[in-house]
């Protein structure tokens, strides 16, 4: 995901993600790089405020499990 193009829903602009934090008992958040009017941006959103190929970004993920 890091590198991926996205969509910021609540303000409907495309970004770039740069980041991806994971914490027990909340939402993943993504740090994405944007243009907006007041020039570039860095913010982290969650999950569910921004959209790759308008999927959701928690539907977006696979799960990798080790075989012993």
Known sequence: MIGARCRILLGDYDGNVVGK??????????????????????????????????REAEGNVVEFRRMA
């Open 21 to 54: 934090r994971s914490y027990l008992g909340e939402a993943d958040r993504f740090a994405v790089r944007y243009l907006d009017s007041s020039g570039p941006q860095e913010r982290w959103f969650q999950a569910h405020e921004i959209s790759f190929d308008g």
